[in-house]
């Protein structure tokens, strides 16, 4: 089996298990202070293999600008703000499914950014994703005393937050960062999400870490699973022109993350959270997939 016809399954693969690499690490780390570590290691490593590979930098102040900028939102908004809400207590398998709406979101707000028109199954798919979401997860709430339901609301509002953040950083990335070698920008990216989440943790965090083997497993994954070799593996199917077979299949990480948490963790799959994410794919395909255009 060539690369070619695994390399978009296993990238999908190796994406879900970042909501159970962040479940797994919160015993042993306070998750800002992971995060700062993580994109430490993960800037220094992308240079590296920017400087070895004589990966072009950007030419010119604004390049520089945009791509930390980028990573302002696509990693230290987002990933501090799930990794936050799930050290909070918010399953990993909502929070993947909350994730699962950015393609929605990103429908949504492309109209207004760049007058982008949705189709009647489009629009349908954004109504059909935020359904499944309400399914998925109201019962939980409604089931809460109303002392807990506050506590809980802030953490899935953070996550929601976070969600937008990304979309936020993905229209970014698209308008500002069309150019440039993507090794070299990845590198900027971490360091822009370092500069959110270092701040942050001193603000609020005891700069907690438990130097043993849990939090080094989590660690490596994080850099060198997640970090390095999904971004590879997505630079690599950019190269081949199999991107959209990448996007087809991120239909999947819901489901994927809500059995491997169930699995790994125990948290229960219940009859709503099962329908709720077949809904949520069902919308987000929707919205995603090619239309064919009548001349």
């Avoid at 978009?8 to 570590?37: E, R």
């Avoid at 698209?174 to 990845?186: F, M, N, P, T, V």
Wanted: overall charge positive; proline content about 5%.
């Amino acid at each position: 089996m060539t690369l070619d016809r695994i390399a978009p399954a296993l990238f999908v693969l190796l994406w879900s298990t970042g909501w159970i690499v962040a479940k797994y690490a919160s015993p042993h780390a306070d998750p800002l202070t992971f995060l700062s570590l993580r994109f430490t290691l993960a800037a220094v490593l992308f240079a590296v293999i920017a400087f070895v590979s004589r990966a072009a930098w950007p030419s010119s102040r604004s390049g520089y600008r945009h791509a930390v900028v980028s990573g302002v939102f696509l990693h230290g908004i987002y990933l501090g703000g799930v990794w936050w809400a799930i050290s909070q207590g918010v399953p990993s398998s909502v929070s993947g499914l909350i994730a699962a709406l950015q393609p929605l979101l990103t429908a949504l707000a492309a109209p207004l950014i760049v007058g982008e028109r949705l189709s009647g199954a489009q629009k349908l798919g954004v109504v059909l994703g935020f359904a499944g979401l309400t399914v998925a997860i109201l019962p939980r709430l409604m089931a809460l005393e109303s002392s807990m339901l506050q506590i809980a609301l802030l953490p899935l509002l953070v996550n929601v937050f976070a969600m937008a953040s990304v979309t936020a950083g993905t229209l970014y990335q698209k308008r500002y960062l069309q150019e440039g070698d993507l090794r070299s920008i990845a590198s900027l990216q971490y360091v822009g999400g370092f500069l959110v989440v270092m701040p942050m943790a001193l603000l609020i965090e005891p700069l907690r870490v438990d130097w043993n083997l849990e939090f080094a497993l989590a660690m490596g994954w994080s850099v060198l699973g997640l970090s390095l070799v999904s971004i590879m593996l997505l630079l690599y199917l950019i190269r081949r022109g199999q991107v959209s077979r990448a996007a087809s299949l991120t239909y999947l990480v819901p489901p994927a993350v809500a059995i491997e948490s169930w699995i790994l963790f125990g948290e229960v799959l219940t009859v709503p959270m099962i329908i709720g994410t077949l809904i949520v794919v069902i919308g987000v395909w929707l919205t995603n997939r090619k239309t064919r255009v009548i001349v």
